[in-house]
């Protein structure tokens, strides 16, 4: 699909991936500190690396096994490689803190101006509705979304096609009418795919993935999404 | 499959992964320096981080591309995301080099045994068959292994299912006959999600991956691998 065929104004519905893009999965840091003094950034990094690494063998190879045990999974490498011997009461604080992830603090304003503004919103996450609900409720987001789309739905992924199809399902439309927002680029990529027009949140200022597809719009964050539908 | 399914000695057949494995993917690294002084062993380590990752996006996405050209497109990302500019001809000797990776010192001898001792061996790798021939030959690996078997064949990449398939198309037997080997944690479960009797070569004493299954045997590097066959 070439970017000639991005035309973001037309988009009815705007579906957004949830961890990483509307909450910091990093915000687990300052626990993670206070149970590993120093080791807090090495311990959310790795355990976000691995975890997503998880999805992917696990899909790939036929294994699915639901987001929230996917987690405790990647949390629990994370603390054995980087040598951080991790009680039951850690881990439970760890992982009940996955349930707490804070939105990124220009969020809230920016997703309620576009449900002004008359468009759809969604939520299409690899998290089961549980875990995602939790943390939509936590963040005072609760209402603003049509559906809360999950992976769980159809024991599959991101970048499965099948995950991001239920958004076309959930709204009778086929993705092209459709916006995607994801702060991983690898998701951005992987909604073009799809068909979606994806919009790439490049918060830290990194280089683009080379998949031969890139986001119809990159932007640094979310309070710059609605001018984009202008 | 729990661990008692486990007998190695049983084993005709011993199927190996290539790339970390048999050859060393950061013997690159050398001409990566030459390149970007002081800089090689960083590239070196996000190419291939970047490598399998695009490998696992694609498959599951079902947009496979040959892996010389995912390998390709690895490197470039890496180079751009270390800001090291990298020349056409840099690319050019960096991508000819991985045609030239070197076993790791211990491999052949170890190879020669295992034949000698009469199981019959075989190569099941990511890459195309000319990529891993490329190198065999380099290695002077040539005719010991009764197949080079390659994910191109069926148009994915480890995890996915229908690559470990292939060995057993190939003999003819069914994956609980035959080992699986693999210095590549990640692979050396997902072959026993196969039905493999899987072999890790942890050379450099990582922890092991959390994945719901465990190799069924451990080892540091490939010349203690006939002792597990006796």
Request: proline fraction near 3%.
């Amino acid at each position: 699909m070439s970017q000639s065929e991005c035309s973001l104004p037309q988009a009815a519905v705007v579906v957004f991936d949830a961890y990483g893009t509307l909450f910091d999965v990093h915000s687990v840091r300052l626990l993670a500190d206070q149970c590993f003094p120093g080791q807090g950034q090495a311990l959310s990094q790795l355990w976000r690396q691995k975890q997503l690494e998880y999805t992917w063998l696990r899909s790939l190879g036929g294994r699915y096994k639901s987001f929230w045990w996917v987690t405790q999974d990647a949390l629990r490498y994370a603390s054995q490689a980087l040598k951080l011997p991790m009680s039951q009461d850690q881990e439970n604080a760890l992982m009940q803190a996955y349930l707490k992830l804070q939105a990124f603090p220009e969020n809230l304003a920016a997703l309620r101006s576009l449900k002004a503004a008359g468009k759809e919103l969604a939520i299409l996450s690899n998290g089961e509705r549980g875990m995602v609900n939790a943390v939509v409720a936590h963040a005072g987001m609760e209402g603003l979304f049509s559906h809360v789309l999950s992976g769980d739905q159809v024991g599959q992924y991101k970048t499965a096609p099948a995950v991001y199809a239920l958004a076309e399902q959930a709204f009778s439309r086929p993705a092209q009418e459709m916006a995607f927002v994801s702060s991983n680029a690898w998701d951005a990529c992987a909604a073009r795919w799809a068909g979606f027009q994806s919009i790439w949140v490049n918060r830290q200022g990194q280089v683009p993935e080379v998949l031969d597809v890139q986001a119809c719009a990159v932007i640094n964050q979310l309070s710059e999404l609605p001018g984009l539908f202008l």
